[in-house]
């Protein structure tokens, strides 16, 4: 496995991790309809959660969240009406970006951007 596709993998279970311990259910991981992929749907209160997950090492100049672009945030939308489709039911939805720093002495960072557009 290529290291980017480790660093995103290992990015995705803290993500998990840490989502679940801010009182979100995760639902699904990559859950996938082809060609696009949601990296983690969550539950919390009232709301389904399509959160993006970007992961960094803390050494790189740029934040991980501006990696989302315009394309990608189009693509996990495309997704997500798939995933309403097969689930109806969802009358509150959020589009989240969790963007993941991890530091060099290994401390992590998080950021959670909540109902995101654009």
Same mark, same amino acid.
Request: charged share 25%.
């Given at each position: 496995?290529?290291?980017? #596709?480790?660093?995103?993998?290992?990015?995705? #279970?803290?993500?998990?991790?840490?989502?679940?311990? @801010?009182?979100?259910? !995760? =639902?699904?991981? #990559?859950?996938?309809?082809?060609?696009? /992929? *949601?990296? !983690? *749907?969550?539950?919390?209160? @009232?709301? =389904?959660?399509?959160?993006?997950? @970007?992961?960094?090492?803390?050494?790189?100049? %740029?934040? +991980? /969240?501006?990696?989302? %672009?315009r394309q990608k945030f189009k693509n996990l939308k495309w997704a997500a009406n798939a995933y309403l489709r097969?689930? +109806?039911?969802?009358?509150?939805?959020?589009?989240?970006? =969790?963007?993941? %720093?991890?530091?060099?002495?290994?401390?992590? /960072?998080?950021?959670?951007?909540?109902?995101?557009?654009?």
């Open positions: 496995m290529a290291a980017h #596709n480790e660093l995103g993998k290992e990015g995705e #279970n803290l993500a998990a991790k840490w989502l679940a311990e @801010k009182g979100y259910t !995760i =639902l699904q991981r #990559n859950w996938q309809q082809h060609p696009h /992929e *949601i990296d !983690i *749907i969550a539950s919390k209160g @009232k709301f =389904l959660h399509f959160i993006e997950v @970007k992961t960094r090492k803390g050494n790189q100049d %740029t934040r +991980p /969240e501006t990696s989302v %672009t097969q689930n +109806p039911g969802h009358p509150w939805i959020q589009y989240d970006i =969790l963007a993941i %720093t991890m530091k060099q002495w290994g401390e992590t /960072e998080y950021f959670l951007m909540e109902d995101v557009y654009i």
